[in-house]
């Protein structure tokens, strides 16, 4: 199963649609059940990145200012999700 992938609230569609594909292609070698969350806030300017491992367990969660790039984000998420991978390993 690949890696699940929510992108929501960032106040541009187009946007969330370029991050989402981008996410999907960079997190497909990844088939551990793996989920990724990035959602902007109505309260502020920031976006929330969170990794949830198979087991349900949060194993990051980044917060960026809203101006960071589709690359920025995406090659944010791909490395928490390396690093929980890895974590995973070795326990």
Same mark, same amino acid.
């Given at each position: 199963?690949?890696?699940?992938?929510?992108?929501?609230?960032?106040?541009?569609?187009?946007?969330?649609?370029?991050?989402?594909?981008?996410?999907?292609?960079?997190?497909?070698?990844?088939? +551990?059940?793996?989920?990724?969350?990035?959602?902007?806030?109505?309260?502020? +300017?920031?976006? =929330?990145?969170? $990794?949830?491992?198979?087991?349900?367990?949060?194993?990051? $969660?980044?917060?960026?200012?809203? +101006?960071?790039?589709?690359?920025?984000?995406?090659? =944010?998420?791909?490395?928490?999700?390396? $690093?929980?991978?890895?974590?995973?390993?070795?326990?």
């Amino acid at each position: 199963m690949s890696a699940a992938i929510t992108v929501k609230y960032l106040g541009n569609e187009r946007l969330e649609n370029q991050i989402r594909e981008r996410l999907e292609q960079d997190l497909s070698m990844h088939d +551990d059940g793996w989920r990724v969350t990035v959602l902007g806030s109505e309260g502020n +300017d920031r976006w =929330e990145i969170k $990794v949830y491992g198979s087991n349900g367990l949060v194993h990051a $969660v980044k917060k960026l200012d809203a +101006d960071q790039t589709v690359n920025k984000i995406a090659e =944010e998420a791909a490395h928490m999700v390396k $690093v929980a991978s890895q974590q995973k390993l070795a326990s």
